[in-house]
């Protein structure tokens, strides 16, 4: 099978310069809908589907490379190749932003800038570094996911969208997780939540967007301050937004943001 048919890669917009949207943990490509109309006019839009969420291929699932993110990042790179893209605008969600580090760092000629919303390259509390958990939390956390996939998605996805007065984001979120292989959700949630990527940091030379939420569980405003005092070549936006979606819940002024920056 092709990396085109494995990863549901869907190719849309008007423009030539490509913008490839990865989406995070437990979503799909679908979450990006309030975004990618703004940029259709002017740009390539590539979307696609990490093996084992939406409509990838189940069956390409491979245990031992998708249990480190270098896995995910040598597929975004091997999308790339297949579609001969260069000068990519990298728009990656919450793990997939550092994914989108990851393979910027192995191959930086086919990068023109990163745009990473609601970023995260480690969620462990580490001396000065604050992640947000603490190694415990953190173990709880994947333990009771373990234990109880589809109770652990009932009870995070409404903390993690925030947004209370809109309780259908949480519930998309909900059933996006619930709809994810049981065993691959464990693993991916290893691989993003036991991941500290803090050291490839400072070996990206991309210019990237950083744009934190001002009230995030899942990534504190500190960790956006890390991470641009680590990227020389980038810029951190505090949104307004809340939540750790907001290319979901707030997505003007994502947009307005990416647009700004872009301009």
Not at 13 to 25: I, K
Request: proline residues 5%; hydrophobic residues 40%; negative net charge.
């Amino acid at each position: 099978m092709n990396v085109i048919q494995r990863n549901n890669v869907v190719i849309k917009g008007n423009g030539t310069s490509p913008m490839m949207f990865a989406h995070g943990f437990g979503c799909d490509q679908n979450m990006w809908r309030f975004i990618t109309p703004s940029f259709e006019q002017d740009y390539q839009i590539i979307l696609f589907d990490h093996v084992g969420a939406g409509k990838s291929d189940l069956g390409s699932y491979d245990p031992a490379k998708y249990n480190e993110l270098d896995g995910y990042a040598a597929d975004i790179i091997e999308i790339a190749r297949e579609l001969n893209l260069k000068d990519i605008i990298f728009v990656g969600h919450s793990v997939s932003a550092v994914m989108g580090i990851l393979a910027a760092e192995q191959e930086p000629n086919l990068f023109k800038t990163l745009i990473l919303v609601s970023p995260s390259p480690s969620y462990i509390n580490d001396g000065d570094y604050i992640g947000g958990f603490s190694r415990n939390e953190i173990d709880e956390l994947l333990e009771s996911l373990d234990m109880n996939h589809m109770g652990w998605s009932m009870t995070m996805a409404p903390l993690i969208m925030a947004n209370p007065d809109r309780a259908e984001l949480g519930e998309e979120l909900k059933n996006s997780f619930c709809r994810t292989d049981p065993a691959i959700a464990k693993q991916f949630a290893r691989a993003t939540f036991l991941t500290d990527s803090r050291s490839a940091l400072s070996l990206c030379s991309t210019p990237a967007l950083i744009l934190q939420c001002s009230n995030d569980i899942i990534a504190p405003v500190e960790v956006g301050t890390y991470m641009s005092e680590q990227m020389t070549n980038s810029k951190l936006v505090i949104l307004q937004a809340t939540g750790h979606c907001p290319h979901m819940s707030a997505p003007l002024e994502t947009v307005s943001a990416m647009k700004e920056f872009l301009s």
